[in-house]
């Protein structure tokens, strides 16, 4: 076992809802208008709630009592009281020996697969689990540990045939393991820090033939995946350096590089609806993309024989913010709605009026959105940002985030500077804000759930 993990606490959980008081406010005497709903509609609201206060609410009245063990269980160990793993691992046993099932939600971290196994093993084969819906392993903690790889609880294959979500975390899935993970249901699945073979992770996605949203981390054991899934829409990938090949996944939408600098090398073979695409970044040298007979290498290099028209919404990292840059990805990707830039230096003067005269005449400029990460106006940043302010007729909104310049005198100066009344788009709309943290590796991304959103890079 690695040295620095944490050291559990022996300390005996108290019986479920001891110490606790909850009041019920009524008008009048008469009942709330909450209790008088059907019992399916307030069992639907108790198994939303955190388990602990879902079990608390066998306390409000007599209305209530049968409601927590009737309602679908939804138990994640990350909401119970954090008084050591022992405590927890208590209450854990406490709640499903108490609740009947079914479940539709049981989470519990990796933590907790390190330090107590068997308690887990025992956990997964309660009945109160039976025809699970999520199970997640989170790796949580063991994300800044050097632990041994576990092995995943014989008990998880019962639930393959029902599950609709997985997170696995710190495991090393053996061709054994394959063999039990068909999925028929599966719809998210998250691999973190996981080790298996390239042959694992084709069966893995095999067989899952109504899988969305893929999200693999910092996994290892192989250096090349393989996509041929027809249902696949989301795909996000962190610190893996190797070869991503989209041979055919005809449903496809989004494709996330939720980490920059890293030895990535994509493939789009055929992905006839993929729209969202980024990070993309002229300082990650490694980084190689190809769409067929395009190529895009670290972005200085773009080769075009034939363009994507499907991509919509595109967001990269720049060193220093250059228009003809931009303009080459533009007609790369000639039907954008969504540009998302962030840069560094200021290089570039971005003269525009004479040089891109023919690109104005030749390229529908399709933009709707354009947001500029650390905008300080000046005059190649001006000069950068006129361009798409006189010339993107469809242009809806435009962002400036920069520093605590972004005052009122800056802002008038600026909208005399980018000639915002000579707009060729009357009805666009230019937003001056100081620099939230934007988090350019996407790890907003803390689920493989969030891949569903429409676009990730929208603040």
Same mark, same amino acid.
């Given at each position: 076992m690695a040295t620095g993990a944490p050291h559990p606490k022996s300390t005996v959980p108290p019986p479920l809802g001891a110490g606790e008081e909850v009041a019920v406010v009524a008008v009048?005497?008469?009942v709330d208008?909450?209790?008088?709903l059907p019992d399916a509609i307030l069992g639907e609201i108790v198994s939303l709630l955190p388990i602990k206060e879902a079990a608390r609410t066998q306390a409000l009245a007599s209305r209530w009592r049968h409601l927590w063990r009737s309602a679908p269980l939804s138990l994640d160990g990350g909401d119970l009281p954090d008084e050591g793993e022992i405590f927890r691992a208590g209450l854990i046993s406490r709640i499903l020996a108490a609740h009947p099932g079914p479940a539709r939600r049981f989470s519990v971290s990796a933590l907790q697969l390190l330090l107590c196994p068997s308690a887990v093993d025992s956990w997964i084969s309660s009945p109160a689990l039976d025809s699970l819906r999520e199970l997640e392993f989170p790796i949580g903690d063991l994300i800044y540990l050097q632990s041994a790889e576990l092995a995943l609880p014989d008990s998880t294959f019962r639930f393959s045939a029902t599950l609709r979500l997985a997170t696995i975390s710190k495991c090393h899935i053996t061709e054994g393991d394959v063999e039990a993970l068909q999925f028929p249901q599966l719809r998210e699945l998250a691999l973190e820090s996981v080790r298996l073979s390239e042959d694992s992770l084709q069966s893995m996605i095999a067989g899952s033939p109504v899988l969305e949203c893929l999200l693999l981390s910092r996994c290892v054991g192989f250096?090349?995946?393989r996509i041929n899934s027809r249902s696949l829409v989301s795909i996000g990938v962190q610190s893996f350096s190797g070869e991503l090949?989209?041979?055919? @996944?005809?449903? /496809? &939408?989004?494709?996330?590089?939720?980490?920059?600098?890293r030895d990535l090398r994509v493939s789009v073979v055929a992905a006839p609806k993929l729209e969202t695409l980024g990070w993309l970044s002229d300082r990650d040298h490694h980084l190689k993309l190809a769409f067929g007979n395009t190529a895009v290498q670290d972005l200085r290099s773009v080769s075009i024989t034939s363009v994507v028209c499907s991509i919509k919404i595109l967001a990269v990292d720049i060193l220093t913010l250059s228009l003809d840059m931009v303009l080459d990805l533009m007609?790369?990707?000639?039907?954008?709605?969504?540009l998302y830039i962030e840069f560094v230096l200021?290089?570039?003067?971005?003269?525009?009026r004479r040089k891109h005269r023919d690109f104005i005449r030749c390229l529908d400029i399709r933009l709707k959105t354009v947001v500029l990460k650390n905008y300080r106006g000046i005059k190649s940043h001006v000069n950068f940002a006129s361009f798409f302010v006189l010339n @993107?007729?469809? /242009? &809806?909104?435009?962002t400036f985030e920069g520093g605590a310049c972004h005052n009122q005198k800056f802002i008038a100066e600026q909208h005399g500077l980018l000639e915002l009344e000579k707009r060729v788009s009357r009805t666009a709309q230019f937003y001056f804000t100081v620099s939230r943290f934007w988090d350019k590796n996407l790890t907003h991304i803390k689920h493989v759930h969030d891949l569903s959103r429409t676009d990730p890079f929208e603040c």
């Open positions: 009048g005497g008469a208008g909450i209790s008088g250096s090349r995946v090949i989209i041979e055919n @996944a005809p449903s /496809l &939408e989004r494709l996330l590089q939720l980490q920059l600098f007609r790369c990707f000639p039907c954008l709605e969504k200021s290089g570039d003067r971005n003269s525009w @993107a007729k469809m /242009l &809806e909104s435009m």
